[in-house]
């Protein structure tokens, strides 16, 4: 965990104040919605269908026991009891009130947790690997370099009107498990050759209207010049990204525009021109900020219990739960535990206050005091001694967040669609509950293998659908709901945006498309262990479509 | 930003002027007396353009009740009943169509910890 210091503290708690401030005088009329608009937005309190939004940073995933017990409260006295994860280390509660808010961000404060920066045009919540400093496969812990780049642009002024958002992904595993390459800036950190860590800078990544992968401008950056090449592609996009059109706003556009080499020569440019002021970190802060990460006192343990074989020889759901649910962890003995938020026809990401008060408290006693989110929109206790994952795992059961289904075909990423989201065209919401309810049966999604279905309620892509192996994008049509289908998209270390399979299908179609193209699947692997994705790849959409279109 | 007042308007059948209520966010309609109703049969029709316009007009002078007022198509049902016109507004007046989570979940769960 990261350790709070004084000037945190002081920071939330005054952004508390003044946003208290700010209500006090919309709410009496002395704002104009207009003024106001743009002040609860830098709080991350947007306006949807039914109520106020309110959008808290989880930075880089990680939540303190105490953390996830305040979010309980808050959803218990201020919202409807429950609350959703995004897919940006988020969480939103959907019933807010304008006149609660400040005093449920005085609560939320308490504990660290805030809005800002989860709105508007700056440096969005900085996301990372939810395992990170946990998984075997990390060089090191990414969240050093999350929090140290969090820090510099939370409130910097120079980015605080950019253009548009700006997403900023970190990853330092083997595996990319948090999707940089769809992010406008992303860093994996690697070895080079002769065995010096640094980082990978990709940029003009980003889904919505015009998909693109972000593109390598710098293969390899000294750790030392972190946050001055940060702070130049930064400048660079504020000076050169047009404000003129919402739509062609964003970096990738930019970056799309003049080429990737043509932008890394500007960043280039300007970065050799305070590469080595103020921002050319000294080893010493970076030796900081890692001592603020604080690491279990873990145990030396048995890394095979053999009270955990035979559990599993002795039950079937815990077998099949320890196979799907539970990854290696880098210390012997410890085990990292997937608590999947999509039980068959639940609402993907949604966890309410009774569960996560149970989470809470099942973090003490086993994970150290610690949970992690992960922009799949489920949860992970990062250090679970093996010896305890029985009695974890009928815990998670007993609130239902032990569906043996994680990155199958049920772990559904959704956005709230138009259930709750002023700007969707279509729900996306049921459309995964009922494709689900079909693929219940667990021997069904096993025998299926990895296969991951994204689902977005509109063109600005939250549900990521681009990158789904399966992925479903809702549209309009005269008053209707309509689908359109993508196949082969992956968010992985081999990013690949889907490719359109033909026409949209209508609402009431959809899981049987999403059946008749698993089906197919079936057919066309060549081994049982090829999976989707790659079949996909392999014989590329046209056998799917010839199969969807007669079939419908 | 085109303010709605300076948008063309265009109606092809009945409407309403909605929005949402300022303290809590709810979903309110503009009723002929000028005040705001959370109940859609209270709402004032507008069969023209030139009335949505008049309506619309002084609904979003009132942003001291409730913001973002708009126009929002509405359906006469068979009953003489008014209902809302599309999914969208059909969702802001009902509420999801999906069960919402703390339903589904107990006040007390004995968990084994």
Redesign the interface.
């Known amino acids: 965990m990261y350790l709070y210091d004084e000037l945190d503290r002081t920071l939330i708690a005054e952004r508390v104040g003044e946003f208290r401030d700010q209500i006090a005088r ?2 009496a ?1 002395e704002l ?2 207009e003024e106001f608009k743009p002040l609860r937005l830098m709080n991350g309190v947007y ?6 939004m309110l959008r808290i940073a989880i930075p880089y995933g990680t939540l303190s026991s105490a953390q996830l017990r305040m979010l309980a409260h808050v ?1 218990r006295h201020y919202d ?3 609350g959703h994860f995004t897919t940006r280390q988020n969480i939103q509660f959907h019933w ?4 609660e808010l400040p005093d449920a961000m005085a609560e939320l404060a308490s504990v660290g947790l805030h809005g800002m920066q989860t709105s508007g045009n700056n440096v969005r919540n900085i996301t990372t690997d939810q395992w990170a400093g946990v998984a075997p496969d990390e060089i090191e812990d990414p969240r050093i370099w999350a929090e140290l780049i969090r820090q510099h642009v939370t409130l910097h002024p120079e980015f605080s009107f950019m253009p548009r958002k700006f997403k900023i992904a970190v990853g330092a595993a083997a595996q990319d498990r948090a999707a940089l390459r769809i992010h406008d800036l992303a860093l994996r950190l690697h070895r080079n050759g002769k065995g010096e860590t640094g980082f990978e800078v990709m940029v003009g990544g980003g889904l919505g209207r015009t998909p693109y992968l972000a593109q390598t401008i710098k293969p390899f950056l000294r750790k030392r010049d972190v946050l001055s090449y940060i702070e130049a592609v930064l400048r660079t996009y504020n000076q050169f990204g047009r404000r003129d059109n919402i739509w062609k706003a964003r970096i990738k556009i930019l970056v799309h525009d003049l080429g990737a080499e043509a932008f890394a020569k500007e960043v280039e440019a300007e970065w050799q021109s305070i590469k080595d002021g103020a921002l050319a970190l000294d080893p010493a802060v970076i030796a900081e900020m890692a001592a603020r990460f604080r690491y279990p006192d873990y145990a030396p343990l048995d890394e095979s219990p053999p009270a955990l074989a035979d559990a599993r020889r002795a039950d079937r759901r815990f077998d099949a739960w320890m196979s799907n649910a539970v990854a290696k962890h880098k210390i012997p003995g410890y085990a990292i535990v997937t608590l999947s938020l999509k039980p068959e026809a ?2 993907p990401g ?6 996560m008060e ?1 989470i809470a ?2 973090a003490d ?1 086993y994970s150290f005091g610690e949970i992690r989110v992960g922009h799949e929109q489920n949860m992970v206790l990062p250090h679970v001694a093996k010896r305890d994952l029985p ?1 974890v795992w ?2 998670l059961d ?3 967040v032990a569906t043996p289904n994680v990155g199958l075909v049920s772990d559904i990423i959704s956005c709230p669609g ?3 989201c002023s700007l969707a065209n279509a ?1 996306s ?2 459309v995964a ?1 009922e494709i689900s309810r079909r693929f219940r049966k667990p021997e069904l999604a096993r025998e299926l293998g990895r296969l991951h279905i994204n689902i977005s309620g509109c063109i600005n892509a939250c549900g990521h659908h681009h990158v789904g192996h399966i992925g479903i994008l809702g549209v309009e049509k005269n ?1 209707q ?1 309509f689908y359109q289908i993508t196949l082969g998209g992956k968010a992985d270390d081999d990013a690949k945006l889907g490719t359109l399979i033909g026409p949209a299908v209508p609402y009431a179609q959809v899981a049987d498309a999403v059946e008749t193209i698993v089906t197919a699947y079936l057919e066309l692997r060549e081994r049982p262990d090829e999976l989707f994705v790659d079949t996909v790849k392999r014989t590329g959409i046209e056998p799917f479509k010839e199969r969807l279109y007669a079939a419908h | 930003m085109t303010s709605p007042l300076d948008q063309k308007i265009r109606i092809s059948g009945p409407v309403v002027i909605t929005a ?1 209520r ?6 309110v309609y503009r009723r002929a007396d000028g005040a705001w109703t959370d109940n859609l049969e209270d709402g004032a029709i507008a069969m023209s353009a030139t009335c949505a316009r008049e309506l619309l007009a002084a609904a979003t002078k009132d ?2 009740s409730a ?2 007022a708009y126009i929002a198509p509405v359906r006469i049902a068979g009953d003489g009943k008014m209902r809302p016109g ?3 507004e059909l ?2 007046a009902a ?8 339903t ?10």
């Open positions: 919309r709410l009329g104009t919605e306006l949807q269908l039914h109520a106020y959803a409807r009891g429950f807010i009130k304008l006149k639940g609402t949604d966890c309410t206050a009774v569960q149970a408290d099942l006693r009695r009928r815990a007993a609130i239902g138009l259930d709750y729900r919401i049921p509950q008053d709901e | 949402n300022l303290v809590d966010g709810a979903v942003e001291i913001v973002g599309n999914l969208r969702i802001r509420g999801p169509t999906v069960e919402q989570a703390a589904k979940a107990t006040e007390s769960v004995d968990v084994p910890l």
